[in-house]
T-cell receptor, first 113, second 113 residues
């Protein structure tokens, strides 16, 4: 069974569109995250979320918003997509924030044309 | 094996040799460190972690060394195999909060036959 899954694997869309990426974890973890990996492979935290707290990286545009329907899911909504949003987006989860290993999903490659 | 810093993004070693990948971190408050392996087209995969109250931790064929004095972290891989070819990331975390991990730039390990 896949521990952290994301859909879709690939997403190609035009500038200005709104899109969502879904993430699910079946590990029973409390905290979930979204990371962005750019073309140089640099991984950067975007959000971390548990049922009590959302922590947003201050560099993330407010066009990006996480939505958590329940503890096992953290979806990423992106409004008004821009060319610079093209990247690979990874979802991750951990037992608790900060000091425990995070398990990553397979990634979603977003291409904005 | 050959040791490199993050400013040299590629490390090439012979199959069967030992590899050492180095990482420097800047946050003195970091108290949790972790190494990930990322193969092409996949999400980062947990290798090993270490907390700041330790200097060394061993896993299967891997050892992580932490030198807090100079804020340096290394990953040693013994008897490298073709399957070890990947990009390796160090990451750090601090505090008990859900701030996510701060990743280093990554080192591409290439195993020569």
């Amino acid at each position: 069974d896949t521990a952290v899954s994301q859909t879709p694997k690939y997403l190609v869309t035009q500038m200005g569109n709104d899109k969502s990426i879904k993430c699910e974890q079946n590990l029973g973890h409390d905290t979930m995250y979204w990371y962005k990996q750019d073309s140089k492979k640099f991984l950067k935290i975007m959000f971390s979320y548990n049922n009590k707290e959302l922590i947003i990286n201050e560099t993330v545009p407010n066009r990006f918003s996480p939505k958590s329907p329940d503890k096992a899911h953290l979806n990423l909504h992106i409004n008004s997509l821009e060319l610079g949003d093209s990247a690979v987006y990874f979802c991750a989860s951990s037992r608790r924030g900060g000091l425990y290993e995070q398990y990553f999903g397979p990634g979603t490659r977003l291409t904005v044309t | 094996g050959e040791s490199v810093g993050l400013h040299l993004p590629t490390l090439s070693v012979q199959e069967g040799d030992n590899s050492i990948i180095n990482c420097a971190y800047s946050n003195s408050a970091s108290d949790y460190f972790i190494w990930y392996k990322q193969e092409s087209g996949k999400g980062p995969q947990f290798i090993i972690d270490i907390r700041s109250n330790m200097d060394k931790r061993q896993g299967q064929r891997v050892t992580v060394l932490l030198n807090k004095t100079v804020k340096h972290l290394s990953l040693q891989i013994a008897a490298t195999q073709p399957g070890d070819s990947a990009v390796y990331f160090c990451a750090e975390g601090s505090g008990g909060g859900a701030d996510g991990l701060t990743f280093g730039k990554g080192t591409h390990l290439i195993i020569q036959p």
